[in-house]
């Protein structure tokens, strides 16, 4: 007889949570249902995407007032919009009148005026106009205003909270990464690049690919290996809100720049890697930064907003173009065996094998610990 849905979550959170009782050298792989169960993945939606700090892009999309770009999260429609004081406001993107969606895409705006009945919202979210709605009993203008969402700025990176009754601030949950991404100065760095895709992955194959370098020599030999070779990889402390890992300069491998003054020799001749659990994933560069936004649309597919920042401020010099091709080029080799992993996932025999040592896969157990103390039993 088929197992449940309820059978299925059942497994995957008695997994994590005999996982938090294990002791460092006993960690291995998650089975393959904490991947491809849809069950499993509604849990994530509502526990961890409706709950947790999410992020969802970088001020440099929105520089100038009136400036606005839409997003997506486990199906609530946000604008993302700059008002005429500089602020930056994170609100629904449904109209309080019928439910349509108002705004598409990315542009500059006064106002947001919804194309089903011309209802009209200030840059704030405030409700300006309704048209012919003066009549109507009991209407107060000022009662219907856009929802606005918890906000908070991270190195100039966006991040979300739909919880609107959340209490808990992003900044205090990462404050002791401070000293490994201090002197890269990523929120002084100019935006340069920034794309969206869909990979037919799950979400989190693609946070724990980024979060380690196990893979950098053998799957990305022609682009990543002669710079930031597997075996030159080392853990990073990890807190209750995030994990990191540094990825050491092959000794043949020039200094990359420009890059800020201040960078230590180590610095220099480094990239820093975290994850801000659960979804945003970041690697800080002497030279450059890479994020990567990410959201699960199905089990299967993932939503990706990413983007390159610099020291460099011209989109369009060579050095910015080189560093954007690399970044497209190893992007490709993973998103091909990624792909190819969660075919893996789907076999009926896979059963999952132990993690690599700390300096490489290390992050990936403190994943699994941050998952076990919310998912699990008692999370």
């Not at 990462?174 to 690049?193: D, G, M, Q, S």
């Not at 480094?270 to 959201?295: E, K, N």
Request: glycine share 8%; charged share 20%.
């Amino acid at each position: 007889m088929p197992s449940s849905p309820q059978d299925c979550v059942k497994r995957v959170r008695d997994h994590l949570t005999a996982l938090r009782a294990l002791p460092r050298e006993r960690a291995a792989a998650m089975p393959a249902e904490y991947y491809t169960s849809p069950d499993f993945l509604n849990l994530e939606r509502d526990e961890l995407f409706r709950k947790q700090w999410i992020g969802i892009g970088h001020v440099g999309e929105i520089p100038k007032p009136g400036d606005y770009f839409t997003a997506e999260l486990v199906d609530e429609q946000l604008i993302v919009a700059r008002s005429t004081d500089k602020s930056i406001h994170v609100l629904s993107n449904v109209c309080r009148h019928r439910g349509s969606v108002i705004a598409r895409g990315t542009g500059n705006a006064k106002r947001f005026i919804c194309p089903y009945h011309a209802w009209t919202y200030g840059l704030d979210g405030n409700l300006i106009a309704a048209p012919l709605m003066d009549g109507v009993a009991h209407f107060e203008r000022t009662r219907f205003r856009l929802p606005q969402f918890g906000l908070e700025i991270w190195q100039g990176f966006i991040f979300v909270n739909l919880d609107r009754e959340a209490t808990s601030p992003l900044a205090s949950q990462i404050a002791a990464t401070e000293p490994y991404i201090r002197n890269y100065r990523p929120a002084e760095r100019h935006l340069l690049f920034n794309a969206e895709e869909v990979w037919q992955t799950n979400w989190k194959c693609l946070v724990e690919n980024f979060m380690e370098g196990y893979h950098l020599s053998p799957m990305h030999a022609k682009t990543l290996h002669a710079v930031t070779p597997t075996a030159l990889c080392e853990k990073l402390p990890h807190g209750s809100g995030y994990t990191g890992y540094r990825a050491n300069f092959s000794p043949s491998c020039p200094e990359r720049g420009p890059y800020t003054p201040d960078l230590t020799e180590k610095e220099r001749r480094s990239d820093v890697f975290y994850c801000i659990y659960p979804s945003f994933v970041v690697g800080f560069c002497p030279h450059f930064t890479l994020y990567m936004c990410l959201r699960p649309l199905t089990v299967d597919t993932v939503g990706i907003r990413w983007g390159i920042t610099g020291v460099a401020d011209d989109p369009n010099s060579k050095v910015v173009e080189d560093y954007v091709q690399l970044c497209k080029d190893f992007s490709a080799e993973d998103r091909v065996q990624l792909e190819q992993l969660f075919l893996g996932l789907k076999s009926h025999h896979y059963v999952p094998g132990p993690l690599a040592p700390d300096a490489f896969e290390g992050t990936i157990w403190d994943m699994l610990g941050y998952m076990a103390e919310r998912l699990g039993h008692g999370g």
